[in-house]
């Protein structure tokens, strides 16, 4: 069964400075998502990850991904506050299981002025 | 281009009763997948529909269901509504084409609470 963990579940920034999201996977896959949540609102696509070595970035955002690793990471540049939210890491099944998506519990995010 | 479309957006019912709620997706989107999300339980699958066919399924009792409709719309139905079944229920949809990524676009939910 496919396990996704992200850590840190809970992270506290002060504007300007850097963090990194870690987001491990147990089984193989070739295709990972990062997600933005606001409070009481739905879910925005934030990244598409593909393959091996993958990096997008997006503004002060950049995520990659080691397929070899079963890791991704969703690198923070210089916070802002607009950046406050929960950040979600959703990998696909894959074969049988492809379109079903296994999401990590989520990174609560806070960036203070 | 019009987004995923979900109704109702908030639904409160007792326990024992039934409920159904809707999805329609993006235009030219053939896939719907439904999950469930719960302070405890965080985002869980439920399942997809893809042409009409349940295509894949979640680990949830069979009081969860769902169909899906030629012009790709979707409902699911949860009957004898439990406590625990309060949660915001989200719709995903994607195009499913092999050019695509195939990522998945949600809709804004529906926030259903069981009293």
């Known amino acids: 069964e496919l396990k996704v963990e992200q850590n840190p579940l809970f992270l506290s920034m002060q504007e300007g400075k850097n963090y990194t999201i870690y987001c491990n996977y147990s089984?193989?896959?070739?295709?990972l998502y990062w997600y933005r949540q606001d409070p009481g609102k739905s879910l925005e696509s934030l990244f598409v990850?593909?393959?091996?070595?993958a990096v997008k970035q997006e503004g002060r955002l950049m995520a990659s991904l080691d397929t070899k690793a079963r890791l991704s990471t969703l690198h923070i540049t210089a916070a802002v506050h607009d950046l406050s939210a929960t950040y979600f890491c959703?990998?696909?099944?894959?074969?049988?299981?492809?379109?079903?998506?296994?999401f990590g519990q989520g990174t609560i995010l806070t960036v203070h002025p | 281009k019009a987004g995923v479309t979900q109704t109702p957006r908030y639904l409160i019912k007792t326990r024992g009763q039934q409920v159904t709620l809707s999805c329609s997706p993006i235009?030219?989107?053939?896939?719907v997948s439904w999950y469930q999300q719960t302070p405890g339980q965080g985002l869980q699958f439920l399942f997809e529909?893809?042409?009409?066919?349940?295509?894949n399924k979640g680990n949830f009792p069979g009081r969860f269901s769902g169909r899906q409709f030629s012009n790709s719309r979707s409902e699911m139905n949860v009957s004898t509504l439990e406590l625990g079944d309060s949660a915001l229920y989200l719709c995903?949809?994607?195009?499913?084409?092999?050019?695509?990524?195939?990522?998945?676009?949600f809709g804004p939910g529906t926030r259903l609470t069981v009293l």
């Open positions: 995903a949809s994607r195009r499913t084409s092999l050019s695509s990524y195939n990522e998945q676009f």
């Open positions: 990850l593909l393959s091996n070595g």
């Open positions: 235009s030219g989107h053939r896939s």
């Open positions: 959703a990998v696909d099944g894959g074969g049988t299981s492809y379109g079903k998506l296994t």
């Open positions: 089984t193989t896959s070739d295709r």
């Open positions: 529909y893809f042409s009409e066919t349940q295509r």
